[in-house]
């Protein structure tokens, strides 16, 4: 069952900007997971993005990303959200978001149980 759902993708242009949200729902809370966000783009595996400790002090960042984005969460709204600025057409991806619990690797896929169907962003030069 869909545990995470994220929204707020959107065609933009370069150089602007995208909040995307990931909300959990079915019962499922977020507040014993780390949360992170991965994209994948055509042809090309899913990378990491960005990820948040569980009260939201400790931040990660993709090498990429360079202060463009920042990641959040609202552990009692449930939600976790990804403002993107700046963006660039190789920014173009399905984002995903994912939860991970215990002490895994926050930037390695594998060490995530629950995931997202993803939302599409595409950034037009």
């Known amino acids: 069952q869909v545990q995470l759902v994220e929204s707020g993708g959107d065609l933009v242009q370069a150089g602007g900007s995208l909040r995307l949200s990931c909300a959990a729902v079915?019962?499922?809370?977020?507040?014993?997971?780390?949360m992170g966000w991965f994209r994948q783009a055509p042809g090309k595996e899913r990378e990491f993005v960005a990820g948040i400790d569980w009260r939201g002090v400790n931040t990660y960042y993709g090498d990429f990303v360079k202060g463009r984005f920042t990641i959040s969460r609202d552990n009692a709204k449930n939600l976790v959200a990804l403002q993107m600025n700046g963006l660039k057409p190789e920014d173009t991806a399905v984002y995903y978001c994912?939860?991970?619990?215990?002490?895994?690797?926050?930037?390695?896929?594998?060490?995530?149980?629950?995931w997202g169907q993803g939302t599409q962003v595409t950034v037009s030069s």
């Open positions: 994912g939860a991970l619990a215990g002490h895994g690797n926050i930037e390695m896929m594998a060490a995530y149980r629950y």
């Open positions: 079915s019962g499922f809370t977020i507040n014993n997971y780390r």
